[in-house]
C-alpha cells in the first residue's frame, strides 16, 4: 500500500512539474521588446532571460545591413544582437565616424518597469560602448522619452509611453485597431508582435536569394561582393553590345560635280 502511495506521489509531482515547464516555455515566448532606430530600423522580442526569440526589419535599409550579416539573430543574447547591429550600421556607413552628430535610437518595453529599465541601461551601454570603442561620435536616446507629443499622448490616455508604443507596432497590420490594442496588457502585444515577426521577409540569410530591391540598394552602397549564387540572368548585369566603327565616308555624298559647261550651237 506504501509503495502504491509512493507511486502516485511521484506521478502527480511529474505532472505538475510537466505543466509547469509547458507554462514557463509558453511565457518565455515574449517579454521584452526593444527598438533601434539609427536608419536602419530593428525591433526584437525577447523571452524572460534576454534572449532574442524573434525580430523584424522594419524597413528597407534594414533589409540592406543585414544581408551584409552572417548570422541569426534568433537565441542570441540582446546586448550580442546589438553589438552585432552597430558593428554593421559602423561598417557600412550608416553611423559615420567622421561626424559628431550620430544618433542611436532606443525603445525598450516591459510590463515590469524595474526590468524595463534595466534592460534599457544595458543595452544603451553597449551601444556606447561600441561607438566609443569605434571612435563614433554621438548620443544613444530613448525615442518615445525625446518625444515630448508622444509623451503627453501617453498621459492622455493613462498608459505608459512604452504601452503606447508597441500598441501602434501591434495596430500596424490593422487586423486591432490601436483603441483594441490599448486595452490588452503588455505581455498579450508582445504576442500579437511575436507572431507578426513570422513574416517572410523578418530573416533574409546571406546564402539565400537576395531580394531584387535590397541587392540595388547594395550596388547603390557600394555591396557588390555579396553576389548570389545560382542569379546568372540579372537584367542588370548582361554586357553592352558592342559598338562598332562606323566606315569612313572617302567621298562627301552631297559633293557632286557640276557638269562641264559646254557652247550654244544653236543660231
Known amino acids: 500500500m506504501k509503495k502504491l502511495f509512493l507511486l502516485f506521489l511521484a506521478s502527480f509531482v511529474l505532472v505538475g512539474l510537466a505543466a509547469c515547464s509547458f507554462d514557463q516555455d509558453t511565457a518565455e515566448e515574449a517579454d521584452s521588446y526593444v527598438l533601434m532606430e539609427i536608419n536602419p530600423s530593428i525591433e526584437f522580442i525577447l523571452n524572460p532571460v534576454d534572449k532574442v526569440v524573434s525580430y523584424s526589419l522594419l524597413n528597407e535599409d534594414a533589409e540592406v545591413l543585414y544581408a551584409t550579416l552572417d548570422i541569426d539573430f534568433i537565441d542570441m543574447d540582446i546586448e550580442d ?10 561598417d ?37 560602448h561600441k561607438m566609443i570603442g569605434r571612435s563614433i561620435g554621438g548620443i544613444v536616446q530613448d525615442l518615445d522619452m525625446s518625444m515630448e507629443a508622444f509623451i503627453a499622448e501617453a498621459e492622455d490616455l493613462g498608459v505608459s509611453p512604452g504601452h503606447l508604443r508597441i500598441a501602434y507596432v501591434a495596430a500596424a497590420d490593422g ?19 511575436h507572431e507578426a515577426h513570422d513574416m517572410p521577409n523578418h530573416r533574409q540569410h546571406r546564402g539565400e536569394r537576395i531580394p531584387d530591391h535590397v541587392r540595388r540598394r ?50
Do not use: K
Open 81 to 90: 544582437a546589438v553589438e552585432a547591429w552597430i558593428d554593421a550600421a559602423i
Open 218 to 267: 547594395m550596388d547603390e552602397r557600394g555591396r557588390t561582393d555579396d553576389t548570389d549564387p545560382g542569379d546568372t540572368d540579372d537584367p542588370d548585369d548582361t554586357e553592352e553590345p558592342e559598338v562598332t566603327e562606323e566606315p569612313e565616308v572617302t567621298e562627301d555624298p552631297d559633293a557632286t560635280e557640276e557638269p562641264e559647261s559646254t557652247n550654244d550651237t544653236t543660231a
Open 92 to 128: 557600412e556607413g550608416y553611423l559615420d565616424a567622421t561626424r559628431e552628430d550620430n544618433v542611436v535610437y532606443v525603445t525598450v518595453v516591459n510590463e515590469n518597469a524595474d526590468v524595463e529599465e534595466g534592460l534599457r541601461d544595458r543595452v544603451r551601454d553597449r551601444v556606447e
Open 175 to 193: 487586423e486591432i485597431t490601436l483603441e483594441e490594442a490599448l486595452e490588452m496588457s503588455i505581455p498579450e502585444l508582445m504576442g500579437i508582435i
